[in-house]
């Protein structure tokens, strides 16, 4: 009985250690180009929920740098439910494949939210980061990765601590690679602390971003690509966006990004 009793908890000791997550800091803080105008994004419907992400991205550097406007080119690639795998890169860093003449200077990548579940899973999400990095800086770009939020109820896999996992594989990547990191899941998580009960995310799934979400996630990589605080745009989506949520979000957004990167 008592070797029964010891093994069983060497068991259970084994499987608390294995899921234990490596708390990482980034160690790149920020982009070499400070001012990109070709901004390619590269995801899922994370992105392109709520006219899409990059519009409202291009829309805030447009107000601040009007005089640049006839040079900016975002574009998005985005493929339902996708994963970095699933991504045909050598086509898309070509640019003129997709309307824009000269090669995009910042590449942003999402991965799939499945992507951060397993210890499996996590390995081959930094593998494609990997080739998908090394493709853009060879190509003349930059590579940042769009740190995805957590799950919410009433997801089937909701976790409160998904967050841990989400933070670690996508610093991991970026610190392996030199890459940058937006920290949106972080900048969620701290929204939630201090609203529980704003809507981030899609009431139905607990998965897609709600429009605040969006518009939160497009503060933070305003704050983490420009080094400037959001809280200097006044764009709001053309009213969709309260002027008390607009402060908040941009106040949590400019935080996060200041606090991730000590700055």
């Known amino acids: 009985m008592k070797y029964l009793a010891a093994l069983i908890l060497f068991f259970n000791l084994s499987t608390i250690q294995a899921e234990q997550i490596e708390y ?20 899922n419907s994370y992105l392109y929920y709520n006219d899409s992400l990059h519009n409202h991205l291009r829309r805030m550097v447009e107000e601040k740098r009007p005089d640049r406007k006839e040079y900016f080119g975002y574009k998005s690639a985005t493929i339902g439910g996708s994963r970095l795998e699933h991504h045909n890169l050598d086509h898309l860093l070509d640019s003129k494949n997709i309307g824009i003449k000269k090669p995009f200077e910042l590449v942003i990548l ?4 499945g992507e951060v579940l397993t210890e499996k899973s996590r390995k081959i ?94 503060c933070v990589l305003y704050a983490t690509i420009f080094q400037k605080p959001s809280s200097e745009v006044q764009y709001n989506y053309y009213g969709e966006v309260s ?7 941009q106040k949590i957004a400019d935080q996060t990004v200041q606090d991730f990167f000590q700055r």
């Not at 999402?110 to 939210?113: A, E, F, W």
């Not at 002027?243 to 979000?249: C, H, N, P, S």
């Open 24 to 43: 990482l800091e980034p160690k790149v803080a920020s982009l070499q180009n400070v001012n990109p105008e070709r901004i390619l994004f590269v995801g």
């Open 125 to 218: 999400f930094n593998i494609n980061a990997q080739k998908m990095i090394a493709k853009i800086n060879a190509n003349g770009g930059e590579a940042l990765l769009y740190m995805i939020h957590p799950y919410v109820k009433p997801h089937a896999e909701y976790d409160p601590k998904m967050i841990e996992k989400v933070r670690y594989t996508y610093i991991k990547a970026a610190n392996d690679f030199n890459a940058i990191v937006a920290p949106i899941g972080i900048a969620f998580m701290n929204a939630y602390k201090e609203r529980p009960n704003m809507k981030l995310h899609k009431s139905f799934d607990g998965s897609h971003p709600d429009m605040l979400g969006t518009y939160l996630s497009a």
């Open 243 to 249: 002027e008390e949520d607009q402060k908040f979000l």
């Open 110 to 113: 999402q991965g799939g939210s």
